[in-house]
């Protein structure tokens, strides 16, 4: 008998100071990372083809729900580039509450191809992901609409049906750190 009483004692102590009950826990917010960095792979969609880009890009946060940044791509399937400036909207801000976040891409940049050159108009939607709580990197998913102002310039040399081709679709696909 007295050892029942005893265990109960132990019992009720020990749940009277456990901590694992309390409901007013909150957790301790952060911010989202003020700077982020990393390497993407694109594809381009266009007329008459893919091309294949790789590059390397960085982001700045301004506040909770916009961002900045820049990028530098190489076209690995011909002679080519694309260099410039992007914003981000991210309606929720929360990267490390959610471990994901959406965002609207737009972008104004200069692509080159061959020996043809134009400004590049973009607008998409992507999702920065974490792979867990408190990681040190992520991945970026990113689709868009791409628009160039020169007729031809996703042209391939001796395509004559598709000279007028300037848009393309845009798949980002990349490994970001904070």
Known sequence: MFFRILAAILLFLSVSYADFLSLDIVEK???PPFFVYGANYSGRF???GIDHFGGLNA???INKNWAVGARAQV???RDGFVAGAFGHYLPTGELFNESAENFVHFAIDYIKINDENSPLFSLGYGRDMLPWKKSPFGFRVLGGLEYAPVKGIFMRKGEWFF????MAFMIEIGVFLL
Request: glycine share 0%; proline share 6%; aromatic share 6%.
């Open 29 to 31: 917010e952060e911010p």
């Open 46 to 48: 266009f007329a008459d």
């Open 59 to 61: 982001r700045l946060r």
């Open 75 to 77: 076209d690995l399937s």
């Open 163 to 166: 000279k007028l081709a300037n």
